[in-house]
């Protein structure tokens, strides 16, 4: 089973990050936006550990371990803002949206989760965790696309906040339709809440 933990976005950020992928693809030009795979808004979240496959006799424990209360962690909230570049130089691949509150709270909040799931044998990335949202996959990638966005940059923020109460593991199955999404657990931060429902969504 392919397997990802992360933090869920209510309708109102969706919607006004949506509209920043509609700005920005408007400074590419027609072009140049039609090179990227964008993602769709109910598609959106941001991943804390990606956990890849994962053998269907492990799953329990997984789900298990994702069920329970994150106590070390109150809620908060996060702000996104600034665009960012994957990689960080020659022709772009990935448009990713970083965060101007909570970038520290999510980075523990991810440093927890990476803990939790560790001793039952989950494979942690051991690259630093840098919070972000993934706008956009380039098709074909062109080095004038990363002049024309670091020209624009705002740095300023996006009208989209979101109150981080809980930590999602979802399923991700493909289809000819797409990816679904599908929620298995929810940890609640201290003071959170959870509930379980299934989402359609695109890959990490």
Known sequence: ?????????????????????????????????ASLKWIRSEQMHLTLVFL???????????????GKDIDQAEPFPIVFAGLGLFPAHGAPRVLWLGLSTGATEAIELQRHV?????????????????????????????HADRR????????????ARVDVGTVTLYQSRLSSSGPAYTVLARAP??????????????ER
């Open 52 to 66: 890849g496959e994962i053998a269907e006799t492990q799953t329990p424990a997984v789900i298990d371990a994702m």
């Open 1 to 33: 089973m392919r397997l990802f933990t992360a933090i869920e976005l209510n309708e109102d950020a969706r919607q006004a990050i949506a509209a920043e992928q509609k700005r920005i693809a408007g400074v590419l030009g027609r072009s140049a936006a």
């Open 148 to 159: 024309r966005l670091a020209a624009d940059d705002r740095g300023g923020e996006i009208i």
């Open 114 to 142: 990476a803990k939790r799931l560790s001793p039952i044998g989950v494979t942690i990335e051991e690259r630093a965790f840098h919070p972000h949202l993934t706008l956009a996959r380039w098709r074909e990638t062109r």
């Open 189 to 202: 931060l201290a003071g959170g809440t959870k509930k379980c429902d299934v989402v359609r969504g695109a």
